[in-house]
């Protein structure tokens, strides 16, 4: 044996290279074809890609999305909506009627509205005294009331705590949920 059959690793020649032969550039023609045909067969694809297009952009809030949103109508006066910088206090406020107490849970909003304690068809008109209000406690399942009422505490501005307080002494308190 040959000591160039028995070790091939150790060959000392090198084959000779070979040339690229020469070829036009390859040209993807299906990707247009499809689209323009689909777009002839007046398929829903491209109608769904706009459709997406405009949900994302309603999504992000692109520019001059604003203008095509209706704007709320401004809080009333008596409000306790918080302003920017206004600091919310804790107001608890007696409920006249036990039972709807029960239907809230912290984080709730409210409004109260604050009736007078005058017998029936006496007059007066019950009033909103806090609109908007946050429910930050409620009593617990058994803690019943003699007079049927319930304390909540609610979070308020202050002067709202402050309109909350003087209603509480000269009307019964009811709320509503928002």
Not at 152 to 159: A, E, Q, T
């Amino acid at each position: 044996m040959t000591t160039d059959s028995c070790f091939p690793h150790t060959r000392t020649s090198v084959p000779a290279p070979c040339g690229v032969p020469q070829f036009d550039p390859l040209r993807v023609r299906g990707a247009r074809l499809r689209l323009s045909r689909a777009l002839r067969r007046k398929r829903r694809a491209p109608a769904a890609v706009l459709a997406m297009t405009a949900a994302a952009l309603a999504a992000t809030g692109a520019a001059g999305a604003e203008d095509l949103t209706p704007q709320p109508p401004p809080p009333p006066a008596h409000a306790s909506h918080r302003p920017a910088g206004v600091p919310l206090v804790s107001a608890p406020v007696r409920i006249a009627d036990a039972a709807t107490v029960r239907l809230l849970r912290p984080g709730d909003r409210v409004d109260v509205i604050a009736a007078p304690n005058a017998p029936m068809g006496a007059g007066g008109e019950a009033r909103v005294v806090a609109s908007g209000a946050r429910v930050a406690e409620v009593p617990q399942p058994g803690e019943p009331r003699a007079d049927g009422g319930a304390l909540i505490v609610l979070s308020v501005p202050r002067p709202t705590a402050t309109a909350l307080a003087g209603a509480g002494i000269t009307s019964q308190l009811a709320v509503t949920l928002c």
